[in-house]
């Protein structure tokens, strides 16, 4: 008898929010990862701000059966929208109400009902955008005279998801430089001058590595084999790379099973005072 097999189940989940929706999205994502084989249909209703709006997404809900979750601040657009939902039979959460419930009972204070406060631009909004500045200017080791200027440097070979990682991290609000380390090309002195900036190496399998490698050159088009991809060569590369960490003193992240967000959360723990730890390669 063979084994049965897993069929991943689909759903509707609509997505609505009177600001942008990035945190309704991350939310729902974050929820439904901790359900196996089940696949969210996502459609996003963002900036619903008057009766109108709401009216076009009930319409799209309608047509398309689901759950339905939001973040609706304002009192009567969220009634409208409850009740409708409500009329079509379909289960209506209010995302954050646990959350701020909880939160007003241990605080004691009183809650605001302005839409995108987490938006707003004041003094985190413009530091983010500073550091996302800061990051591209100083991506693969451009704008190096001054990487004194950094909360962090992120050093590493080709493919270790060095970029991906600091514009995340900008996004933080951390500014955020990478030099790349590149074979027979040595770092530049400035990196090793660094007094009060975090400078954190990036590490792979060479596995794991090569493959990256693969796709990415098959994303061009280029066919060529080359030592960019040669196994000895990779293994030098990672080699020469742990052993110059090693004798800086400079924290370890393996990111070979790591995802972008999980590298930068290891990189903002040293940031907050944590301890790197090198991992071993299998």
């Known amino acids: 008898m063979s ?4 069929f991943a189940t689909y759903f509707h989940v609509h997505l609505v929010s009177d ?3 990035e945190t309704l999205n991350a939310m729902a994502r974050a929820v439904c990862a901790r359900f196996e084989n089940v696949l969210p249909i996502e459609h996003i209703y963002a900036l619903v701000r008057s009766p109108r709006q709401l009216e076009r997404a009930l319409k799209d809900i309608e047509e398309a059966p689901g759950v339905v979750i939001h973040t609706i601040v304002d009192d009567s657009l969220r009634t409208a929208l409850e009740e409708g939902v409500r009329r079509l039979d379909m289960p209506c959460i209010p995302a954050l109400d646990p959350l701020v419930s909880s939160l007003q009972r241990y605080l004691g204070a009183s809650i605001t009902r302005r839409v995108g406060v987490q938006h707003a631009m004041d003094n985190d909004y413009f530091n983010r955008m500073d550091a996302l500045n800061y990051a591209i200017g100083h991506d693969d080791g451009q704008g190096g005279q001054d990487l004194d200027q950094a909360d962090v440097v992120l050093v590493g070979v080709s493919r270790t998801s060095k970029t991906p990682t600091c514009i995340y991290l900008a996004h933080r609000g951390v500014r955020a430089a990478n ?3 590149v074979p027979h090309r040595p770092p530049p002195e400035k990196l090793f001058e660094l007094k009060n900036t975090l400078v954190v190496g990036l590490t792979i399998s060479p596995d794991r590595l090569i493959q990256i490698r693969r796709n990415r050159l098959l994303s061009l088009k280029e066919d060529r084999e080359s030592s960019y991809i040669e196994t000895e060569a990779v293994r030098d590369e990672i080699v020469y790379a742990r ?5 800086q003193g400079w924290p370890v992240i393996d990111v ?14 040293l940031l907050h005072g944590g301890h790197g730890q090198v991992e071993v390669l299998g």
């Open 3 to 6: 084994p049965a097999r897993n």
């Open 19 to 21: 600001s942008t929706g």
């Open 179 to 181: 030099v790349p380390l």
């Open 243 to 247: 052993r110059l960490y090693e004798r």
């Open 256 to 269: 070979t099973r790591r995802s972008v967000e999980e590298t930068a959360a290891a990189v903002l723990n």
